[in-house]
């Protein structure tokens, strides 16, 4: 057998690989929402766009705007890095059930973080989302580095 048809028999494998395309479509759909709102706002990063969308006054920056660009920056500083541990993790064959949990948790952790984002929730609610989306991340982390501390 191929290596690609035995990762999909890895029920860990699988539900990782989909727990992180929902987390990658939700950072396009904010790239998306960030692009939309420098349209309705006005407020264009490149002098070029602005001239394209009424004149270089366009060219500036707007809070709505960057809210948006600091929601997608803390989607970067964190899924990027749950890519990374949630593989390895897959490799280490750990309970389904559990890997599972691990997943879920993270990924409604980073949506419930870019709601409380760009809807301006009341605090703590984004804190308290990235906090509970950090702690699969850890505990993935520290597996890992059990699971290799031999090799070091």
Aim: hydrophobic fraction near 45%; charged fraction near 20%; proline fraction near 5%.
């Amino acid at each position: 057998r191929s290596g690609i048809s035995r990762m999909m028999e890895n029920k860990v494998f699988m539900s990782f690989t989909f727990y992180s395309t929902i987390l990658i479509l939700k950072m396009y759909v904010v790239a998306i929402i960030t692009g939309q709102v420098r349209l309705r706002k006005k407020a264009f990063a490149n002098p070029e766009d602005a001239l394209r969308n009424g004149g270089l006054q366009y060219y500036r920056e707007d809070p709505d705007v960057e809210r948006c660009r600091r929601a997608h920056r803390n989607d970067m500083e964190n899924i990027f890095p749950f890519l990374f541990l949630g593989a390895i993790y897959s490799l280490l064959d750990p309970t389904p059930a559990v890997a599972r949990i691990h997943f879920f948790i993270f990924c409604v952790g980073r949506i419930v973080h870019t709601i409380a984002y760009l809807l301006q929730l009341k605090a703590p609610t984004r804190s308290v989302a990235y906090g509970v989306a950090q702690l699969p991340c850890f505990s993935m982390a520290l597996q890992i580095l059990l699971a290799t501390t031999p090799y070091w």
